[in-house]
T-cell receptor, first 114, second 116 residues
Framework: GAGVSQSPSNKVTEKGKDVELRCDPI?????LYWYRQSLGQGLEFLIY????????KSGLPSDRFSAERTGGSVSTLTIQRTQQEDSAVYLC????????????FGPGTRLTVT | AQTVTQSQPEMSVQEAETVTLSCTYD???????LFWYKQPPSRQMILVIR??????QNATENRFSVNFQKAAKSFSLKISDSQLGDTAMYFC?????????????FGKGTRLSVIA
């Protein structure tokens, strides 16, 4: 079946512009996660959705970052007024909600802020 | 808060040889899972192996096995008969077991190069 997909694959934007990153989880997966991977770093948790609600927003680095999920499926991560330090690979993962649920990752969006 | 430490930023191994990647973690939790993920240049994160903390037996998946030492909070990955396709970043990750899902906590990764 189809895996997690993300779009765009790469995004170059100018400092100060807003960007939207999209994640399509595996069908039937109710949990969805966003992570950020900066150069030379591990993955940093940003936000988690269970259905359409986000019980844990603790990882969002600033109020310029927001995310939503509609219909229990597609999620959008929005970064307003982008800064150079926002440059990173943004990875999305999804999983089922019961038991030991493996997180399945998408290929990521590489964001470059110039 | 949980932390995961991978002390080897880079490693290399000859094809067909065995290599061990180190991982230590810090947590006050008693019920959790540990994972090793592989990230090739394509950026796709692939689950290599997982271990449930309550299981004493070390997990094995074909050429991949772990040495899980719960008291020492150590979770190393052994790759046997290394292949060129094993070249990738390897991330150790921790997940607290909860009634719902919880996010993964990752180490900074080890870049493994398999040399022909």
């Amino acid at each position: 079946g189809a895996g997690v997909s993300q779009s765009p694959s790469n995004k170059v934007t100018e400092k100060g512009k807003d960007v939207e990153l999209r994640c399509d989880p595996i069908s039937g997966h109710t949990a969805l996660y966003w992570y950020r991977q900066s150069l030379g770093q591990g993955l940093e948790f940003l936000i988690y959705f269970q259905g359409n609600s986000a019980p844990d927003k603790s990882g969002l680095p600033s109020d310029r970052f927001s995310a939503e999920r509609t219909g229990g499926s597609v999620s959008t991560l929005t970064i307003q007024r982008t800064q150079q330090e926002d440059s990173a690979v943004y990875l999305c993962a999804s999983s089922l909600t019961t038991g030991l649920d493996e997180q399945y990752f998408g290929p990521g969006t590489r964001l470059t802020v110039t | 808060a949980q932390t995961v430490t991978q002390s080897q930023p880079e490693m290399s191994v000859q094809e067909a040889e065995t290599v061990t990647l180190s991982c230590t973690y810090d947590t006050s939790e008693n019920n959790y899972y540990l994972f090793w993920y592989k990230q090739p240049p394509s950026r796709q994160m692939i689950l290599v192996i997982r271990q449930e903390a309550y299981k004493q037996q070390n997990a094995t998946e074909n050429r991949f096995s772990v040495n899980f030492q719960k008291a020492a909070k150590s979770f190393s990955l052994k790759i046997s008969d290394s292949q060129l396709g094993d070249t990738a970043m390897y991330f150790c990750a921790f997940m607290k077991r909860n009634s719902g899902n919880t996010p993964l906590v990752f180490g900074k990764g080890t870049r493994l190069s398999v040399i022909a």
